[in-house]
């Protein structure tokens, strides 16, 4: 995996994209698994390898509203990761998925 293919990690030299990649572990996620909830914390963030996670809303009325589809190398759960602040949205894959994150 290639950090300087995502921009805020476009930067890192070599030894700083392996020491990061070191402390990422890979997440196989299947379809439809959801990987966190709208209003959980925020402790972790999320580069996609392969697949496609789904970013939604949960509805007053019980359902969901789609609001974004991330595919490779794009990250997510950053900006609770770095406010402390709760999930704004959640996130599930959309399809078989695969991730490098923390734990």
Known sequence: MKLTR???FKDLSN????KLLGMLTKLE???GTLLFEQ????????IVERGTIELFLNTEAGGRRSLAL???????GEMALLTGEVRSAGAQAAVETTLRGQL
């Open 6 to 8: 995502i921009e805020m």
């Open 15 to 18: 030894m700083e994209q392996a």
């Open 29 to 31: 996620l299947p379809a």
């Open 39 to 46: 209003g959980d914390p925020g402790d972790r963030m999320f």
């Open 70 to 76: 991330l595919g490779q190398w794009e990250v997510l």
